[in-house]
């Protein structure tokens, strides 16, 4: 069967790409495209597939969009995880219901999980057409991209919404449909009952020729991303320094198309890059999904929206300890660091209102002492990866900064660790 055999053959890409040992984990709503997903996940690896539902607590309909899922799981035997939206007591707005549940799944996967959408073809068509609309250049929804400490997957997006429905049906699988969906007031609503239908008349298959001329320029603007060597974590403001406007506008969505990150609206774009004009001190910032984008040292970057955990946990020899804000590195050196006794991963933290120090905030290198916050500036640490850094202590105090400072006079030899630290 086509709709098996696809999600089948993707999922196996994705097991060649992150591992036969990662969790699967269903972005679950209860409509029919994520409940034919997760049969589907649950049929490839029943052992490795849980499922995430995000419950929005608008309506009574929620909770029976809850009750279908923990059913659907229940009658499967996977896992389900139901996490809460807070929306205020009114219904969330579409996009801002969106971010909050991108939001709640970059903070609930681990590193060793991925999430598996259920977007298929009609889904791209129709995201491709309302970002030309509204103005938000193409878009090529990527069947991967990052998210939090991991990757978001969509096994999906070759096939086509009847395809599924004909699957559904033909292993009763029962759905809920959302009623809002008929609201016509909301643009994507309008373009599916309304647009679509007529050109489908005209221009059949308009998804497959829809997603074929995204993919065509997606192309060319891998080509572009390639040759401007626009794939960094960071943008140099300094390649785009000299450009007109358009250009620069050009540039800077290829970059946050290479980065995985959703385009923001045009005139949004446009003002964000007329802030950057304004003087160093300024802190020009624009809000785009799952987190933001700033100005720091003459390059733009992207800062995700997650919580940092700092949490104190003992350290006991090699391995590596990830956290919403990155990941440390433990690994054994023939001029390693010893420690003195017990090895401690602690992380920095702005001092109280009161100015108070905390005494893992001053360390002793290069024969004077300094505070962490001007080492970690000097060492140009952006502010927004200040709080988290993860500081290593032992028995007599503060031992190292990793990629920062080290404490003067500390043992080295064989047997001893390396530290180090990747950011998120």
């Known amino acids: 069967m086509r709709c098996e055999q696809v999600c089948h053959q993707s999922l196996a890409e994705a097991d060649a790409r992150f591992g036969k040992d990662t969790a699967l984990v269903v972005g679950l709503s209860g409509g029919m495209d994520s409940c034919v997903l997760l049969l589907l996940c649950h049929r ?88 030309l609309l509204q103005g938000r ?12 400490r991991t990757h978001l997957w969509r096994p999906l997006l070759e096939l086509d919404r009847s395809v599924l429905v004909d699957y559904a049906r033909d292993h009763d699988l029962s759905w809920l449909d959302d009623d809002s969906n008929e609201d016509l007031r909301h643009d994507r609503n309008f373009l599916r009952h309304q647009i679509l239908p007529q050109l489908a008349q005209r221009f059949a298959p308009l998804p497959l020729r829809l997603t074929q001329a995204a993919q065509h320029l997606a192309s060319l603007e891998q080509l572009l991303t390639d040759q401007l060597r626009l794939d960094r974590a960071e943008l140099e403001l300094t390649s785009i320094a000299g450009l007109a406007p358009a250009q620069q506008l050009t540039i800077v969505r290829l970059w946050l198309g290479a980065r995985g990150i959703a385009q923001p609206a045009r005139k949004a774009l446009e003002n964000f890059l007329a802030q950057l004009q304004q003087p160093e001190d300024r802190q020009p910032q624009l809000t785009v999904t799952g987190g933001s984008l700033r100005r720091y040292r003459r390059r733009v970057w992207f800062v995700p929206d ?29 001029n390693g ?40 500036r000097t060492a140009n640490v952006a502010p927004w990866r200040r709080t988290g850094y993860p500081l290593l202590e032992d028995d007599q105090g503060l031992l190292c900064v990793p990629g920062v400072a080290l404490r003067d006079g500390v043992e080295r030899g064989t047997g001893g660790y390396r530290f180090a630290w990747q950011a998120k």
């Open 44 to 131: 490839y690896a029943p052992g490795r597939t849980r499922a995430l539902h995000v419950n929005h607590g608008y309506s009574s309909a929620s909770a029976d969009w809850q009750r279908h899922c923990e059913q659907l799981c229940s009658q499967l035997g996977v896992p389900l995880q139901v996490c809460a939206l807070e929306a205020g007591g009114a219904r969330l707005r579409e996009a801002a219901a969106r971010a909050g549940r991108y939001r709640i799944f970059a903070e609930q996967l681990a590193a060793d999980e991925i999430l598996l959408l259920a977007h298929h073809r009609d889904d791209h068509a129709e995201t491709l057409l309302l970002h």
């Open 137 to 148: 250049g193409t878009y090529a929804m990527p069947k991967s991209r990052v998210l939090g």
């Open 306 to 334: 997650l919580q940092p955990d700092t949490r104190s946990r003992p350290i006991h020899g090699v391995g590596q300890v990830i956290v919403p804000q990155g990941r440390l590195l433990v690994d054994a050196d023939p």
């Open 337 to 376: 660091v010893y420690p003195a006794g017990q090895l401690t991963l602690r992380f920095w933290q702005a001092p109280d209102e009161a100015g108070a120090a905390s005494a893992t905030s001053v360390i002793r290198t290069g024969g004077q002492h300094h505070r962490v916050k001007e080492l970690l």
